[in-house]
């Protein structure tokens, strides 16, 4: 693996109980550097599950402290009861109160504004979509004009995990940020560090971790036969890759500097979001991206060169 430059940052994406892959990955990047994620990483962007993952690497856990809380919540977040069997009967699939224990156990009390005056001053920046004003927030430890410095860190987390249709709105407004374009959140973590921090970007590293891509597995036949209710899932999943890869293609176009490096880990089946029984498989998957930190296998993404248009014939 290459050195990382001066400054590090971390952006990680949302999916649910797919954040055991960069979990885990952060484990193994923590026993190969021999050092907690809390020391590398002074600048950190999570969306849904990536927020959990960034707010708890910026509390000082673990990534194998990170990897348990999966292991131990995730099937109680996720239980299986009348709500999610009677979905789409009925608002939403679970109560956010077994997500809401697990952040206060693991998070504690902490405001946003926290971080920026803790020993080693942190910016974390979390984005959720506010439903009454339909638009993207970011929410920052010293954004202290909107009040996000108050804001509890378990409510930020919360208001990004809450994934519409999975979760009721937090406070009836504020959804899961990746509703907007910040699926992926590491463009926000590249202008975090350049814009508001002032960070030089030829001597800044910023890591981006996905949550997994799943593979391509329609057939024309099948297609054919949709009806309506039957492009939901095809549609949004279209959205949220193409979202994801032109996050990508944005940092390498207007931070050509920055030394970024995206992973992701090729998923062999279907991996919905809220089936906490495939965790052994996802901590497999996350050994995986592990070793492809370690060995600089960066995503496909970020192989596609844009090519020069010939010149005209005069």
């Known amino acids: ?96 109160d077994p997500l809401q224990e697990a952040l206060e156990e693991y998070l504690g009390g902490k405001t946003m504004g926290d971080f920026w005056c803790s020993r080693q001053p942190t910016d974390l920046v979390i984005t959720a979509f506010d439903l009454v004003k339909n638009k993207t927030l970011f929410i920052k430890p010293f954004n202290k004009s909107k009040g996000y410095d108050q804001w509890t860190v378990v409510k930020a987390v919360l208001a990004s995990s809450s994934v519409p249709s999975y979760f009721p709105p937090v406070e009836n407004r504020y959804v899961d940020g990746g509703v907007g374009s910040y699926h992926n959140p590491c463009y926000i973590a590249a202008y975090e560090a350049q814009f508001v921090l002032g960070w030089d970007p030829a001597e800044t590293t910023l890591i981006s971790l996905g949550t997994g891509r799943e593979p391509h597995s329609l057939e024309p036949e099948q297609i054919k036969r949709f009806w309506p209710w039957h492009w939901i899932s095809p549609v949004l999943g279209a959205f949220q890759q193409s979202s994801d890869d032109q996050q990508v293609h944005l940092v390498e176009t207007f931070f050509n500097e920055l030394d970024f490096r995206r992973f992701q880990v090729d998923l062999q089946g279907s991996y919905p979001m809220d089936e906490p029984e495939k965790i052994p498989e996802l901590t497999a998957y996350g050994d995986l991206l592990g070793e492809m930190i370690l060995n600089d296998q960066v995503d496909q993404a970020m192989r596609i060169q844009p090519k020069k248009a010939p010149k005209p014939d005069l």
């Open 1 to 96: 693996m290459k050195p990382f430059r001066k400054n590090v940052a971390l952006a990680v994406d949302g999916g649910g109980i797919k954040g055991v892959i960069p979990s885990r990955a952060i484990a193994v990047l923590e026993d190969y550097l021999k050092q907690p994620a809390y020391n590398i990483f002074r600048l950190l962007a999570g969306t849904s599950t990536g927020s959990i993952i960034s707010a708890g690497i910026s509390t000082g856990m673990f990534g194998d402290e990170l990897h348990d809380l999966y292991c131990d919540f995730g099937p109680k977040i996720f239980r299986k009861t009348w709500r999610s069997a009677l979905w789409p009967l009925t608002r939403y699939r679970y109560p956010l």
